[in-house]
């Protein structure tokens, strides 16, 4: 879990798997934990050479998806649950593992631009919701804010007038999901024109949401700053979940018990006809090295 907190510190992404459920003979134990990055590499233990191409596949696939999976591995799967994905393990020691595989995605970043009281109540509310909340307040440190913007960054100006323009032109073509100006529309139109002349282009232009926040009739900062993030609340919902760039795995079948293995970690491998095959066990290797003709289909 130290890992886990120094992945979150650094936002890498990776998923969580835990063990829930043993049936023995099985090397793990419930409450074991792995995480699996985005590259496919595993640290922890869920189970041994059986589980594990398994565990990685599938967490690869919540990776992309965004969404929490529960699997079980059984050499005889008679299982009807709801919402649960099965595999069939054939290894020889047999056992059965249920596992659930969480993602851990790194925080939404509210990008907050200016000094104002409101940038602080947006700071407060932002932390509560959830974001990972960064203030830039000076002029000077502009040309650090597309540093700053990720993928699922979330941006607001609330310069007041003071430097509007500079900051948008700084932010408005980056690849933050929303970008909005504390501002009247008069306001938001003289600061339009100016983007105008610096060639920003009017897709970029036409992106910026102003005035900022849902109409609640709101006054104080904290009323602005609740219908600020309400906003982008309801903006995060409704559009389709960011994904992780995930490796695809990478699968060879044992052609002895037909269990999915890794080649890039694979301990147990035999050549044939020139052909490197990978097994999930020694004992599956040697039972192939006895008669390999056996196992590779005709003409193969």
Not at 113 to 136: C, H, K, T, Y
Request: hydrophobic share 45%.
């Amino acid at each position: 879990m130290e890992r886990a907190a120094q992945l979150r510190e650094r936002r890498t992404p990776f998923a969580l798997a835990t063990v829930v459920r043993v049936e023995r003979p099985s090397s793990a134990r419930p409450g074991m934990k792995a995480l699996i990055l985005a590259d496919g590499v595993l640290e922890g233990w869920v189970g041994g050479s059986c589980a594990h191409p398994v565990v990685v596949t599938e967490a690869l696939q919540v990776l992309r998806e965004g969404t929490p999976r529960f699997i079980s591995l059984s050499p005889n799967p008679q299982d009807d649950r709801d919402g649960v994905i099965h595999h069939t393990i054939t290894c020889h020691s047999g056992g059965s593992l249920d596992i659930y595989i969480e993602p851990v995605l790194a925080r939404p970043v509210l990008l907050l631009v200016g000094e104002a009281p409101l940038v602080g109540a947006l700071s407060e509310m932002g932390g509560l919701l959830g974001f990972d909340v960064q203030v830039a307040g000076l002029p000077l440190a502009l040309d650090e804010l597309a540093q700053r913007v990720t993928a699922d960054t979330w941006i607001v100006v609330a310069t007041m007038g003071s430097y509007d323009e500079e900051a948008l032109e700084h932010v408005v073509g980056s690849r933050a999901r929303y970008v909005s100006l504390v501002a009247s529309r008069r306001r938001a139109e003289t600061v339009f024109a100016y983007l105008e002349s610096k060639s920003v282009p009017p897709e970029q232009i036409q992106r910026v949401k102003v005035p900022a926040g849902l109409d609640i009739g709101a006054v104080t900062p904290e009323e602005i700053a609740l219908s600020i993030l309400a906003e982008i609340v309801q903006h995060r919902r409704s559009v389709v979940p960011l994904s992780v760039e995930a490796a695809e795995a990478q699968k060879a079948i044992d052609p002895i018990c037909g269990m999915s293995v890794d080649p890039a970690t694979a301990e147990h491998t035999a050549e044939f006809r020139g052909v490197r095959y990978y097994f999930c066990s020694a004992h599956c290797r040697r039972t192939f090295e006895r008669e390999p003709a056996t196992y590779v289909p005709a003409g193969a």
